[in-house]
């Protein structure tokens, strides 16, 4: 990439060396300047600021800038920019004296960016390695999905350091449902006391609640943090969720609301998905209504869609499912959209379709989960002009290869009373399910 990896931090130093060379107030200013634009998320800005500079500063005075500009790379995963800001440093800093401080982000930039094998190799490069260099290549393996690697150098890491709670945090987030992993980390949680952070908790709960029937486990877990944050109760009405116990999911958030813990529209989307899986849930949706309207949730497209689901669900009348959906207000997004058309597609399929056309008027980029609403409300509808606008529209965004919408397809069309145009539906599609 840019050439071997040896000798990239032969001049490697704890510290920079004091140096004749000084720069002009200007330069320090810029340099200051380009920071400045990193801390403020605006990369390209910073970087076309930094080539600016001419000379070039020397590492000795720009190395918290390179740092602050690598940095900037691993936060938006903008790998080009960061090799070509390495170029520009080796290029420019041919016997340079590079310390722990700059050489961590180097190896955090590639490895947040996904170029693992790099980063290893970097890492394996280094003279010395702090706590923060192990920590960045266990996290870069667990964020992309890289189980394996980053097991692999979390053992490695325990010969010479205590893990953080970012790498324990990361190595949980890489167990992914294996029980004895599972049982492995949290035991070396529990031994070195983290199990008490706020972080490493909240990763916790959220392994247990990956796992089936890990509600329990994850309950312990929860117990025993000290001080529980939003992100901590939030984890556990979403674990309560996703192992089907919506009613211990809704106990909590009533805990947590009359504890006076703010919530806010993860929590929200959380209660409201266990409310959809509940026959008798339409009297608290009522009342979960009346609290995100006081609290001022409504106007969330996220939190509006869920309730909008909710409503539906549960029974409830369609138009208050399109009044929830008008106070958006020219905000829709193409899932509050297929949210509003499914609710209306078993009960009134001829306002489902008009509505299916005020979106296209919207120009989203529409997907197969609208499509399949979209042709379950003409199933309803039994129209087969409805069903043929329907399949031209998926022909015209390339969803034709689609089983689930195929098979929609079909359904619809036998549903209209043309077995003929069903049977043209199922001949072209490239693969056939039971469904089919």
């Known amino acids: 990439m840019f050439g071997s990896v040896g000798g990239v931090f032969s001049g490697f130093s704890r510290r920079f060396t004091a140096t004749a060379v000084s720069l002009n107030s200007d330069a320090i200013n810029l340099l200051h300047h380009v920071r400045l634009l990193c801390s403020l998320g605006h990369l390209q800005e910073a970087l076309k600021l930094f080539y600016s500079i001419t000379p070039p500063p020397p590492l000795v005075h720009s190395h918290h800038t390179y740092a602050a500009l690598f940095h900037a790379c691993a936060r938006r995963s903008s790998l080009p920019q960061g090799q070509a800001l390495q170029r520009h440093m080796l290029l420019h800093n041919p016997n340079p004296d590079f310390d722990l401080f700059l050489i961590n982000h180097i190896v955090n930039m590639y490895a947040k960016c996904g170029s693992l094998d790099y980063a290893s190799r970097l890492f394996d490069e280094m003279p010395e390695r702090s706590i923060v260099s192990w920590t960045a290549l266990v996290s870069g393996y667990a964020q992309h999905g890289r189980p394996d690697g980053c097991f692999k150098v979390f053992r490695e890491m325990l010969v010479w350091h205590q893990p953080t709670e970012f790498a324990f945090a990361s190595v949980i987030s890489s167990c992914g449902g294996d029980g004895d992993c599972e049982r492995q980390v949290h035991t070396l949680a529990l031994k070195t006391s983290f199990d008490s952070c706020v972080f490493v908790g909240n990763a916790l709960i959220m392994m247990y609640c990956r796992s089936c029937g890990g509600a329990d486990e994850a309950w312990s877990v929860y117990e025993a943090i000290e001080f529980p944050n939003l992100v901590s109760w939030n ?190 539906a199922f001949d072209i599609m490239i693969s056939h399910d039971t469904v089919s």
């Open 235 to 424: 984890s556990m009405i979403a674990g309560f969720q996703v192992c089907g116990y919506g009613n211990r999911a809704l106990e909590l958030f009533s805990q947590m609301h009359f504890s006076g813990i703010r919530f806010d529209r993860a929590t929200l989307v959380s209660i409201l998905s266990c409310l959809c899986e509940m026959g008798d849930g339409l009297e608290y949706c009522f009342q979960l209504h009346c609290l995100i309207i006081k609290t001022g949730f409504i106007s969330e497209i996220e939190v509006a869609t869920a309730l909008v689901k909710a409503y539906s669900s549960l029974g409830g009348e369609v138009s208050d499912c399109y009044m929830i959906f008008l106070e958006l207000d020219g905000r829709q997004d193409v899932v509050s959209w297929t949210g509003i058309i499914s609710a209306y597609a078993e009960r009134d399929p001829e306002e489902a379709i008009l509505l299916f056309r005020q979106c296209l008027q919207e120009c989203l980029a529409l997907d197969r989960y609208m499509f399949s609403i979209v042709l379950k409300a003409c199933a309803g509808l039994a129209t087969e002009q409805h069903a043929l606008a329907v399949q031209s529209h998926v022909l015209k965004v390339g969803c034709e290869d689609d089983t689930v919408l195929a098979n929609a397809l079909i359904h619809a069309c036998a549903r209209c009373g043309s077995i003929a145009l069903s049977k043209q």
